[in-house]
């Protein structure tokens, strides 16, 4: 894996990218630049990741790679389906292998990157990580990272457009916007528990699995970006002021501070 090889991942996939805009089809171009504009700001997470962990020039241009990749399959998803649900659809994650795969993108690697680039992106959108060798599982907590960096910031601005603006909500409402929140969430956060999907019936519920992600942050530097940006706040500050919620949220933050801490 070389400079010139990254150079040549990066035309392809704009090249590819172009490919689904149509004209007069605002809809699926406004979507699909979505997709665009986030995987280019994942691209930058975690390079300052890899500055970050101090990686040397080989693994950071790996991971530089599956950051790039990570989503590629998002776009023939939504051509296809109109919506980015996975579980109305298909896995996103085996859709960007199906397309690399289809297109020999990573042929011209040697076959441990190629299968260390693949795992990573494969599980990145996984619930929890499964057990993997040592160092795929970096990379492959290394993309975790830097794709909820991003979301966080997105989820923070697209929820307060909510609040504020809602006829100028541009994402689907997949939940109903009312004060409930399921006291099983609230309950596996207060447990420090990763949430199921199922287990969502409201857009609270969603906005508290979504803090509850920061027990699925490997990095505490990763937390840091998330918390000084203060989209943990600002998704927390859109929540019930009702006591359960209260004591969940104070123990999220309570964790969070209590890593970050041990950077300063």
Known sequence: MNKEQLSTFKTWFTEYVATFYTAGDDFLNRNIQLKECHTHRVFNAIRRLAGALDMNDLDVLLAEVIALFHDVGRFPQFKQY???????TE?????????????????????E???????????????ELPELDERTAHFAKMIRDADKIDIFELLAANYR???ETP???????????TPE????IIDALLNRKLIDYHKIRTINDAKLLQIGWVYDIYFDWSLKQIHDRGDLQAIIDLLPKTEDVKQATEQIMCYVNERIGKLN
């Open 161 to 163: 457009i909510l609040a």
């Open 82 to 88: 109109r919506t980015y649900k996975d579980q109305n």
């Open 167 to 177: 006829e100028n909500f541009a994402w689907e409402l997949e939940f109903p916007d």
């Open 181 to 184: 929140c399921n006291p099983e």
């Open 113 to 127: 990157e190629q299968a260390m680039i693949e795992k990573a992106i494969e599980f990145h959108g996984a619930k």
């Open 91 to 111: 896995n996103h994650c085996l859709l960007a292998l199906k397309v690399l795969a289809d297109h020999d993108v990573l042929a011209d690697l040697p076959d």
